[in-house]
């Protein structure tokens, strides 16, 4: 499917039109093949509508050097296409879910969460080398990756692996993996993006609680559609879009972060299942893990629930994040935050 031709920054949209829906973007290749999966949603829902693409870069694609835990913001990949959906020029903006920060600004609200691709992370290893799986990698093996909840987490199951950040697109980290000489063992990645790029050759290991011993991203692998809070015509639009198991999932997900008054850049891991307990009726399990950026601490616990709209989401993800506190995630949480602020003063 053809993206709409001003996908750059230089060609924002106007004001809406009620045949025209201005959906918004951020620039990567990724992200264009994300919002590419919208929009066909969407135009087999409505063909009578026009769809229009407008991709631009956030302070987080414009800051390639930088690592992701050194920012203060938590709407790095978000801020500035907000702004243009409050201004009225844009009708949606369709993210990764993870990117969403869990507080959004008043006004908008997130429309539609689309079913989720595979949520796990991946271990992407030089294929000029032989290791097959997290535990093979030997002493002094280069671990690239931004993620304080994925270093966090690798340190406290392999404290033999080193850490260097790694920036850019997708492709722009593999390249970086593959070249000659470099610096870097291996990569960890979302599994998700690696699939929608049909890059899932290059998936060394699935990680998981089971295999690797990694819990990831909040929402990971989810698309989410914010939209102005109120835009009847957007919602109804998106009505036939939302896949309500990744919603509730989700949602639970966002509450524990949330809760906790984590982002980005604060190690909290999660692995979410809907587990059936009698014919048609399923329970929502969810694992979570929080850890210190050296990986000597740890809290973690799995619980599990009925969920059955947004607001049981809502509580079962505020109770996960009750039983964390309590054995001792906030104290983490808030060493991270002090740490933080002490190097930033």
């Not at 079913?115 to 002094?140: F, I, N, Q």
């Not at 260097?164 to 000659?180: C, I, M, S």
Request: glycine letters at 8%.
């Amino acid at each position: 499917m053809a993206l709409a031709e001003n996908q750059n920054q230089s060609s924002l949209p106007g004001s809406s039109s009620p045949s025209i829906v201005n959906i918004g973007s951020r620039k990567s290749v990724l992200a264009l093949i994300q919002t590419a999966i919208v929009q066909k949603a969407l135009e087999d829902a409505r063909p009578d509508l026009k769809y229009e693409v407008h991709a631009m870069s956030t302070a987080g694609d414009k800051n390639q050097v930088t690592a992701l835990h050194d920012f203060g913001a938590k709407s790095l990949w978000t801020y500035e296409l907000e702004a243009l959906l409050l201004d009225g020029k844009l009708d949606l903006i369709v993210h990764s879910l993870k990117d969403i920060p869990t507080q959004l600004p008043p006004s908008l609200t997130i429309g539609a969460i689309l079913r989720r691709e595979d949520p796990r992370d991946a271990l992407v290893v030089k294929p000029t080398l032989p290791y097959t799986d997290m535990a093979s990698l030997p002493a002094g093996s280069v671990v690239g990756t931004s993620s304080v909840r994925r270093s966090a987490q690798i340190a406290r199951k392999y404290p033999h692996l080193r850490f260097a950040n790694v920036r850019g697109n997708v492709g722009t980290r593999l390249a970086k993996l593959d070249a000659e000489g470099g610096e870097y063992t291996c990569l960890i990645l979302a599994a998700a993006g690696l699939l929608r790029l049909d890059l899932g050759h290059r998936i060394t290991q699935y990680l998981d609680s089971k295999e690797g011993g990694l819990l990831h991203a909040v929402g990971q692998g989810a698309l989410g559609v914010e939209i102005r809070e109120g835009d009847q015509r957007i919602q109804d639009l998106l009505s036939t879009l939302g896949h309500r198991p990744t919603t509730l999932a989700s949602l639970a997900e966002r509450s524990l972060m949330r809760t906790l008054e984590g982002g980005c850049s604060v190690p909290i891991g999660v692995e979410t299942e809907w587990v059936e307990v009698s014919g048609q009726e399923s329970s929502l399990k969810m694992r979570a893990v929080v850890v210190s950026l050296d990986g000597k601490e740890c809290v973690e616990c799995e619980i599990d629930g009925k969920v059955f709209d947004e607001d049981d989401a809502d509580e079962f993800g505020r109770s996960m994040a009750k039983v964390l506190v309590d054995r001792g995630a906030a104290k983490i949480l808030e060493k991270i935050t002090l740490n933080r602020e002490i190097v930033n003063a």
